[in-house]
């Protein structure tokens, strides 16, 4: 009998125990611990400028970005992308010579002389695991992730939903389509080779 | 009329066994898990898990992409402590290749680690809450796990998939002011402990719902490789952290909290609920102690290999996290690509007793079982 009042004695006291911290929340509400409204206000993303050393370490996750002036098609992302969403096609040219009819630049803001010219950099955005494992071994630091310490070449970015699958596909590639045509190796090479071997 | 037409016939009152099926889609069963639950009346006779339906061929999938590649599907394993699957990855691989890591990458290691086992903790604490049916503790869990996860996000930019401790070191050094924003969350998160246990701890009703429920003998639990506070609740002292100590973990002063029984049998539900709140406060003290002796200097990178390509050979490597024994066993032929990796799940071996120690039990306290056990199904399917 004691211990069946007991019991419901320390059901109670411990509930109320319970709703003290409840109460003392709701009177410490204010802005900013409630639900947020997130079309019209977001979150604060950290503050990643804060004098870091080193500018090579690209701590941000949105979408990926490309800036095809200063890609030399070395194909490092490409392969070093766990789940192969990266895709570059590259064709062989004078090296170091700008081509603008393609919009090719010979020469990349680090210096180096361009010897490919890039006809295709696709990133399927919908397979990318956001790893940024591509991003560490570019040699000329023209792939990134927008926004955090790259703000200053690419706006963040990281609501890009499509209704097309397709969509998703980023093509980086700057060659205009009538000229792919031109840059596209002749098949006849692959028959000769093909034969020889 | 005999005395004998009297007796009570036991098999021709008995009804027919039903059979319960409980989830793939079902918010207590932690993830995409199937319980084949065979009942008498409402008592649980025989429990079958079917599992497979989060299955991504993880270990053969690893055998075709590069021992860089693999980190980020380690850490979609157990999603909600990705920093100890990495850790566990990156000992095993470096066990493998001889390569000795810089003191400073230890330092960070154990402080990422232990701040993970925190966020995971405080999430299974939560959602067995929620399992049985105390909605608050829950929002107050994540609460607290936010400001985890937005550390994180400063250190990696990502909230929950890291890719964050490499083979060799880490992706990058701490950001300057970071272990400022440690200390102050941990002295902010301290008393936060104390209001859990108010909250739901020692709440009569949880007690009664959780205490003596589900009880798992410690035979039973080694018998079927059970780890971690699941194992501990049952009051064996195990803990790879404090018994074979990796990286650094022996320069610190913790003790390994076990059940007690204070509120029951020993290896009840509430014994391995209790496990991870004690757990807390050490995980808070390890932290404690790895910010104050971190060394400011040094570099992250010293030791990370150019090109992944480990001698022939093959290591079996376990660390702790916060599920328990997280192994990796794997076979290198010198190629860039590992030949074979096999991958010790924790929570698998969990859910494998779960015939054995819900049986008897009402379906109701299925639900408290499962969640006291705390598994990720992203780790058993893999």
Redesign the interface.
């Known amino acids: 009998m004691i211990r069946y009042f007991s019991n419901i004695w320390q059901s109670i006291t411990t509930l109320l125990i319970g709703m003290r911290i409840t109460l003392v929340h709701l009177a410490k509400a204010r802005k900013g611990i409630v639900t947020l409204q997130y079309p019209e206000e977001r979150w604060p993303r950290p503050e990643r400028n804060i004098g870091f050393s080193h500018d090579s370490y690209n701590v941000i996750r949105s979408r990926l970005h490309v800036d095809m002036d200063d890609c030399i098609g070395c194909l490092k992302c490409e392969r070093a992308c766990p789940v192969d969403c990266i895709h570059i096609t590259t064709v062989k040219v004078e090296k170091g010579t700008d081509i603008p009819e393609a919009n090719h630049v010979g020469i990349t803001s680090y210096g180096t002389q361009k010897r490919l010219l890039v006809t295709r950099f696709d990133i399927d955005m919908s397979e990318c695991c956001y790893c940024n494992l591509c991003v560490y071994p570019c040699p000329e630091d023209c792939i990134f992730m927008t926004g955090g310490p790259n703000s200053s070449k690419q706006e963040i970015d990281y609501e890009f939903s499509e209704f097309n699958r397709s969509d998703m596909i980023f093509r980086f590639a700057k060659v205009p389509k009538d000229q792919v045509e031109k840059y596209t190796p002749p098949p006849k090479e692959k028959v000769k080779g093909d034969v020889a071997g | 009329m005999g005395i004998e037409t009297l007796t009570l016939d036991r098999s021709a009152i008995q009804g027919e066994e039903m059979v319960l099926n409980i989830g793939p889609q079902h918010p207590s069963t932690h993830g995409v898990l199937r319980l084949q639950v065979v009942t008498d009346g409402e008592i649980v006779t025989k429990i079958t898990p079917y599992i497979g339906y989060l299955h991504r061929c993880f270990e053969k999938h690893c055998e075709n ?1 590069t021992y ?6 380690v ?1 979609r394993c157990d999603y909600i402590a990705s920093m100890n699957n990495n850790f566990g990855y990156a000992v095993a691989m470096e066990e493998l290749m001889g390569i000795e890591v810089s003191e400073k990458v230890h330092y960070i290691r154990v402080i990422v680690a232990e701040l993970n086992r925190i966020a995971s903790h405080l999430l299974a604490i939560g959602t067995f809450g929620l399992d049985v049916g105390a909605f ?1 503790p829950f929002l ?1 869990c994540f ?1 607290d796990r936010e400001r985890i996860l ?1 550390l994180f ?6 909230r929950l ?1 890291y ?1 964050y401790i490499w083979v060799g070191g880490v ?3 701490f ?3 970071f272990v400022e924003k440690v200390y102050e969350f941990l002295d902010y998160f301290e008393p936060k402990i104390q ?1 859990y246990n ?3 701890t ?4 949880f007690i ?1 719902r959780t205490a003596d429920v589900g009880v798992l003998p410690a035979d039973v639990a080694i018998s079927y490789g059970v780890s971690g506070p699941n194992l501990r609740g049952s009051g064996v002292k195990w803990d790879l952290r404090k018994n074979e100590p990796y990286s650094i973990y022996n320069k610190f002063d913790f003790d390994i909290p076990i059940g007690t029984g204070a509120m029951g049998t020993v290896g009840g539900c509430w014994d391995r609920y209790y496990v991870r709140i004690r757990e807390l406060e050490e995980s808070v003290k390890i932290t404690r102690q790895a910010l104050d002796q971190i060394p400011r200097e040094g570099d992250v990178h010293a030791a990370l290999p150019k090109k992944i390509r480990p001698p022939k050979g093959h290591v079996y490597s376990r660390t702790e996290t916060p599920r328990g024994d997280l192994g990796f066993y794997i076979i290198s032929d010198g190629k860039p690509k590992p030949f074979r990796l096999k991958l010790r799940s924790p929570a698998f071996t969990a859910l494998s007793c779960i015939n054995e120690i819900a049986r008897g039990w009402m379906i109701a306290d299925v639900i408290a079982i499962l969640g006291s056990l705390d598994i990720v199904l992203g780790e058993i399917d893999r």
């Open positions: 992409v860089e590649q693999v980190i980020p599907f850490d608050t107050y609460r937005d996000e400063l250190l990696c930019g990502a998939l890719n992706s990058h050094d950001p300057i002011g209001e108010d909250l739901l020692f709440n009569k009703i009664e």
